[in-house]
């Protein structure tokens, strides 16, 4: 039978707490007969099994909020690991090239570390980066892999996917706050991007980190449609896009750290 954390807490406070009660009446009354000092040291005894029990609740929910956030974590990494075999399935689909999603999961969790995000935000960093085209699992082949150029209604339908991603992951309840990105990494700062037209700090701070790094990767690695871009064209790109298409003081960022970032995102995960 496996008891409950609950049941084996108060179970092993009752049991200390009666076997320190026994012992030290029996002790009190064996050493002590005068009984004004046997009801000072009553009262000494008093504080101090007040002191000893509380110590004792807080090692031991302690140890099992410990346990807990251990099993939560193996609970997230498993999620995680299951969301990671969605994507290299995506990659696969979308004729992405290798190693597409985990380089902008690196890259994005880096640029956001130097922006001093931290805590739950890096995590929906992270998880947001990993899922950010997870609305194009409802497109059809013949607009996310052609070759040539988009025909006005294909756009239209393309540029379904930033909703129907964010719709897909508020259904998830670890995965609502890393909804931003997918929904907003297509919106740009001067606010002619879409679907919602957002301009400037309206568009939130994790979908505008998105954007410089997915920038910086759409041109410097080669799609369908496109060959890769030289280095220096893409840094060039990211300057002139700061203050249209991107947050310029996240572009600035993104360029002073850019040797460490890209080399982060060039290194895989052990």
């Given at each position: 039978?496996?008891?409950?954390?609950?049941?084996?807490?108060?179970?092993?406070?009752?049991?200390?707490?009666?076997?320190?009660?026994?012992?030290?009446?029996?002790?009190?009354?064996?050493?002590?007969?005068?009984?004004?000092?046997?009801?000072?040291?009553?009262?000494?005894?008093?504080?101090?099994?007040?002191?000893?029990?509380?110590?004792?609740?807080?090692?031991?929910?302690?140890?099992?909020?410990?346990?807990?956030?251990?099993?939560?974590?193996?609970?997230?990494?498993?999620?995680?690991?299951?969301?990671?075999?969605?994507?290299?399935?995506?990659?696969?689909?979308?004729?992405?090239?290798?190693?597409?999603?985990?380089?902008?999961?690196?890259?994005?969790?880096?640029?956001?570390?130097?922006?001093?995000?931290?805590?739950?935000?890096?995590?929906?960093?992270?998880f947001g980066a990993l899922l950010h085209d997870i609305g194009k699992l409802a497109l059809p082949d013949s607009i996310l892999i052609k070759p040539g150029k988009?025909?006005?209604?294909?756009?239209?339908?393309?540029?379904t996917h930033p909703r129907i991603g964010h719709d897909m992951l508020q259904r998830i309840d670890f995965l609502r706050?890393?909804?931003?990105?997918?929904?907003?990494?297509?919106?740009?700062?001067?606010?002619?991007?879409?679907?919602?037209?957002?301009?400037?700090?309206?568009?939130?701070?994790?979908?505008?980190?998105?954007?410089?790094?997915?920038?910086?990767?759409?041109?410097?690695?080669?799609?369908?449609?496109?060959?890769?871009?030289?280095?220096?064209?893409?840094?060039?790109?990211?300057?002139?896009?700061?203050?249209?298409?991107?947050?310029?003081?996240?572009?600035?960022?993104?360029?002073?750290?850019?040797?460490?970032?890209?080399?982060?995102?060039?290194?895989?995960?052990?």
């Open positions: 039978m496996v008891l409950s954390p609950q049941l084996r807490t108060a179970g092993t406070y009752v049991l200390v707490s009666a076997i320190y009660i026994w012992l030290s009446g029996r002790l009190l009354g064996d050493l002590v007969h005068d009984p004004h000092q046997l009801v000072h040291y009553q009262i000494i005894k008093g504080w101090a099994f007040v002191a000893g029990t509380g110590l004792l609740l807080y090692w031991m929910i302690g140890r099992t909020v410990h346990r807990m956030a251990d099993a939560n974590q193996r609970l997230l990494d498993g999620h995680e690991q299951a969301l990671r075999v969605l994507v290299e399935a995506m990659d696969v689909r979308h004729k992405e090239t290798s190693d597409h999603s985990e380089r902008v999961v690196r890259m994005a969790a880096g640029l956001a570390r130097v922006a001093g995000l931290q805590g739950e935000a890096m995590r929906d960093i992270k988009l025909d006005d209604e294909e756009i239209r339908v393309m540029r706050g890393a909804s931003a990105i997918p929904y907003s990494h297509h919106e740009r700062w001067d606010g002619t991007g879409y679907p919602r037209g957002l301009a400037g700090e309206e568009i939130p701070l994790a979908a505008r980190i998105f954007s410089v790094v997915d920038v910086w990767d759409a041109l410097s690695f080669p799609r369908v449609y496109k060959p890769a871009w030289p280095e220096a064209e893409v840094l060039k790109y990211l300057r002139e896009a700061a203050g249209a298409q991107l947050d310029p003081k996240l572009v600035q960022l993104f360029l002073d750290n850019y040797p460490a970032l890209k080399t982060l995102a060039l290194t895989p995960h052990p």
